[in-house]
């Protein structure tokens, strides 16, 4: 997404030659090797940007069930609206904190980290972390590059602030896995269930730590989103298949972060 004083706009990525051979390289390189031997498999529900319908009906499955997700908010996104619906508030942040969610950290700008400098990354990312202070949301110990792209100076400055720093490929969090530049699996779109479901298969066999995001939660998606009845399946197929379903801060604590 692209941020305007007037509205939020669905965001195109880097399809260059350039940009393809960024995003290749780059998980190569500034690498933290995670360490993992877990009893039983993990999986955690995010939710990217924090739309309001995430806020609202994506809590509501994962409480009704005693459980808890992480929110990745982007401050200046809040109370706006676009192709997701309208963002969550700081006030919704506050509320999901002390419901026990964990509100993770994007940048404030929805900066596309694969293409700015150090200095404005730092700027954005700092400003960010100040909002969440300021509505009571807490310190953020967990990252989101928007968009999952990230370049080399944004991966060398934010190798020891977060304990995660998520992007968006797929794969599992299992030994030697990048927690630099973390996998995940998107439920969005048409085949975004099968997906999942797919990728917690493996997680389940591997006994590995798999972070599904998605955005919307709503009965009528955006291609970005997810239904509520999806999320409902997902979240009660891992339960019934005995993963322990944290937040983003609580799998690293497990794995020794």
């Not at 700015?116 to 967990?142: C, F, H, M, Y």
């Not at 730590?209 to 709503?218: F, K, M, Q, R």
Request: aromatic residues 8%; hydrophobic residues 40%.
């Amino acid at each position: 997404m692209q941020v305007s004083h007037d509205k939020v706009d669905a965001y195109e990525p880097d399809r260059t030659l350039k940009g393809k051979l960024r995003r290749r390289l780059i998980r190569l390189a500034h690498r933290r090797p995670a360490r993992v031997k877990l009893a039983r498999p993990m999986v955690s529900f995010s939710f990217d940007d924090a739309p309001a319908t995430a806020c609202e009906a994506g809590a509501r499955v994962l409480e009704a069930r005693g459980l808890r997700g992480t929110y990745y908010f982007a401050g200046g996104l809040t109370g706006r609206e676009g192709p997701m619906g309208r963002f969550a508030t700081g006030e919704d942040a506050a509320r999901l904190h002390a419901a026990g969610h964990e509100i993770g950290c994007h940048t404030f700008s929805h900066l596309d980290c694969g293409q700015a400098s150090r200095e404005a990354t730092l700027a954005d990312i700092d400003q960010n972390a100040e909002a969440l202070k300021s509505w009571g949301a807490g310190k953020p110990v967990s990252f989101a590059y928007p968009y999952g792209d990230v370049g080399s100076p944004a991966k060398t400055l934010l190798a020891g602030r977060f304990k995660t720093v998520r992007a968006l490929h797929h794969g599992l969090i299992a030994n030697g896995a990048d927690l630099n530049q973390a996998p995940a699996v998107g439920i969005e779109g048409e085949d975004g269930e099968a997906v999942a479901l797919k990728w917690l298969d493996r997680a389940h066999a591997r006994k590995a730590w798999l972070i599904l995001y998605t955005h919307d939660v709503s009965e009528t998606p955006s291609q970005w989103g997810c239904s509520t009845e999806t999320l409902k399946r997902l979240v009660d197929g891992a339960m019934n298949a005995g993963f322990d379903v944290v937040t983003v801060a609580e799998g690293a604590r497990r794995i020794g972060l």
